[in-house]
C-alpha cells in the first residue's frame, strides 16, 4: 500500500490556459474522488467515480472541468481555459466499496496568474 | 442542506495542555462523522470515524471523540497536546446515499505555545 499519489504536486499557469492533473489511487481501491480546497476552507466534493464510471459531479464542477478514469486506476482531471478563480488545492482520495473510509493524496497545489 | 460547523478558526493551547475542538453538523439521520488532520505540505489523514455503536471513539495520535445525538456535535479531544499536534483540523459528515461524498468543515488551525 504505497498511499494515493497525485501529480505534479504544483502547477502554476496562466489564464486560458489548460492544465491536466493525475490521480493515482490506492491499489484495488474502486472508489475515487476528487475534491477542491481554497485557501481557509475545507475540501469541496467535486466528482467521484466507481471503477471507470463517474457516478457524480458536483455543481462546482463547470463544463470547463472534466474527469476521466479510463482504466479504473489511475484519474485524470482537466480544466479548460483556467480562470484566476480556479486556483486551489486539487485533492484525490480513494476507498474500497466496501469500506468507506477515503484516503486521500498529498494534493495538486494549482496558481493561475 | 447537510452543512458541518466548526466556531472555532483558531486555538492556541500551551503544550502539554488538554484540547477540545468543536463541531457541529446539520444532517436529517445520523450521519458518519469523521475527524481529519491536514499538516503544512502534507495529505489529509483520517484521526478517527464514527459510524454506529460506542459514542466515545478512539483515534490515532491519542485523539478522541464523542457524539452527542441530543447536541448534534462531534468534538474532538486531547487530553495533553504535542508541539507536532499544530496543524489544521476538519470536521466532516459523510453522506451515505449513492455518492459517498464528504462534507468537510471549514477547519480549525491549532497552534502550540511552548
Known amino acids: 500500500d504505497t498511499g494515493v499519489s497525485q501529480d505534479p504536486r504544483h502547477k502554476i499557469t496562466k489564464r486560458g490556459q489548460n492544465v491536466t492533473f493525475r490521480c493515482d489511487p490506492i491499489s484495488e481501491h474502486n472508489r475515487l474522488y476528487w475534491y477542491r480546497q481554497t485557501l481557509g476552507q475545507g475540501p469541496e466534493f467535486l466528482t467521484y467515480f466507481q471503477n471507470e464510471a463517474q457516478l457524480e459531479k458536483s455543481r462546482l464542477l463547470s463544463d470547463r472541468f472534466s474527469a476521466e478514469r479510463p482504466k479504473g486506476s489511475f484519474s485524470t482531471l482537466e480544466i479548460q481555459r483556467t480562470e484566476q478563480g480556479d486556483s486551489a488545492m486539487y485533492l484525490c482520495?480513494?476507498?474500497?466499496?466496501?469500506?468507506?473510509?477515503?484516503?486521500f493524496g498529498p494534493g495538486t497545489r494549482l496558481t493561475v496568474l | 442542506a447537510q452543512s458541518v460547523t466548526q466556531p472555532d478558526i483558531h486555538i492556541t493551547v500551551s503544550e502539554g495542555a488538554s484540547l477540545e475542538l468543536r463541531c457541529n453538523y446539520s444532517y436529517g439521520a445520523t450521519p458518519y462523522l469523521f475527524w481529519y488532520v491536514q499538516s503544512p505540505g502534507q495529505g489529509l489523514q483520517l484521526l478517527l470515524k464514527y459510524f454506529s455503536g460506542d459514542t466515545l471513539v478512539q483515534g490515532i495520535k491519542g485523539f478522541e471523540a464523542e457524539f452527542k445525538r441530543s447536541q448534534s456535535s462531534f468534538n474532538l479531544r486531547k487530553p495533553s497536546v504535542h508541539w507536532s499536534d499544530a496543524a489544521e483540523y476538519f470536521c466532516?459528515?459523510?453522506?451515505?446515499?449513492?455518492?459517498?461524498?464528504?462534507?468537510f468543515g471549514s477547519g480549525t488551525r491549532l497552534s502550540i505555545r511552548p
Open positions: 466532516a459528515v459523510a453522506l451515505y446515499s449513492s455518492a459517498s461524498k464528504i462534507i
Open positions: 482520495a480513494s476507498s474500497r466499496i466496501e469500506n468507506d473510509e477515503q484516503f
